[in-house]
DNA sequence: CCTACCGATCGGTAGG
DNA sequence: CCTACCGATCGGTAGG
């Protein structure tokens, strides 16, 4: 077992993970270069990589880093409102602070990254894939409960739901990024409340005979 | 004007992008190198980018053989379709043919071009933006004739529209390829119906006093 | 944590 | 279309 206390070269270790993890938003997991990284916080790269050993384990420490802050920052505050639907909007509102973290200049690290790392098996693209699994499984929960608290249809599917409420958030991060569409997030908000409000209504009932 | 006849110039040219399109795919535009490519399409380095002078323009005319193609695959068919939401559905459905084409391993070009290219000013992405953006033009401008033909209520939003099923994409091709998620399709196809049941029916009234 | 170095590969050019 | 080559950079190691 490594230590991982307030050691010198722990901290040390922790600075090059926070800046690593903005790093990789704009330029990728693969272009996160050692020597770049080396260069930006003014060590060598025999340095740097010492506290890895290799390119590879740093990219999936640079992961569990940001699951980590993801946590803090967007889950736990959420955890605090209200079970069911006020929950869940909490958790839709968090998310959008996270992407828009000075610190991550790219947006959403595990946004940036599925892209680039889906054709790549190995030990990163298994660190995010488990990443994104909790994220899914929380918003299912959530949903679940909503629909337990009586917010919600009993019919209403909570993966279909978490995997609605995903496609927004990605169809959010290309229109404010890619496309720099101002109205990204209210076209995310519009989204998302149209999937609250088929939820909470009864089903469809075919007003005319087809 | 460099001529783009049949020569066998014009032929070994078209060779490239081909093969390149489709390693683009999987390694991403960066990933595309020149020595990669000349080694798998057994010519020398040189030779090859001699065809497009800098890396740079033969990622742009990647792109550009890559709308052709979509152009021809997704977009000509779906237009021989009667206007309105039958058009719609079919353009939905020929992006499935086009993202599981053999010829593109990775899916969707364009799509696992965007986390990649949103943060890189210049040609590449500006290409790729305006790719993009005529897709959405299209779409909303079938949800607009959908809409004066009467299929879909007056007051949907052509522009939103465009926007939720470009989401609902996005998902399938995070759902399908980083998840591997045998239910993705399934799921894709649950959530265009739920935007076309929506968009289809009255606004939502309120069944219950709040 | 450093300097010094390794072989491999990058995009691209010179000259034919 | 080729061979031969350029300087730069890659991830990583040896040795301290």
Redesign the pocket.
């Known amino acids: 077992m490594r230590p991982r206390g307030s050691t010198?070269?722990e901290q040390?270790?922790q600075?090059?993970l926070g800046h690593a993890l903005g790093l990789a938003t704009t330029v990728g997991f693969?272009g996160?270069?050692?020597?770049?990284l080396?260069?930006e916080l003014?060590?060598?790269?025999?340095?740097?990589?010492?506290?890895?050993?290799?390119?590879?384990?740093?990219q999936v420490q640079v992961l569990e880093a940001a699951s980590q802050r993801f946590v803090e920052e967007v889950i736990r505050p959420a955890l605090k409102t209200p079970r069911g639907e006020p929950r869940l909007r909490a958790l839709f509102a968090a998310f959008f602070t996270w992407e828009s973290s000075p610190s991550l200049p790219g947006g959403c690290p595990f946004i940036a990254a599925a892209s680039e790392l889906d054709d790549r098996p190995g030990p990163v693209r298994d660190a995010l894939v488990g990443i994104l699994r909790d994220w899914f499984d929380l918003l299912a929960g959530t949903v679940r409960i909503a629909i337990d608290e009586g917010h919600f249809r009993a019919d209403v599917d909570p993966a279909q739901f978490a995997h609605d409420v995903y496609g927004v958030m990605l169809a959010y991060h290309h229109g404010s990024r890619l496309f720099q569409d101002p109205h990204a997030r209210a076209r995310a908000e519009a989204a998302f409340e149209a999937l609250l409000r088929n939820a909470r209504r009864e089903p469809a009932t075919p007003l005319s005979p087809r």
């Open positions: 010198k070269g040390t270790r600075a090059i693969e996160l270069t050692i020597g770049r080396a260069e003014g060590m060598s790269k025999s340095g740097l990589i010492g506290h890895f050993r290799t390119k590879e384990a740093l």
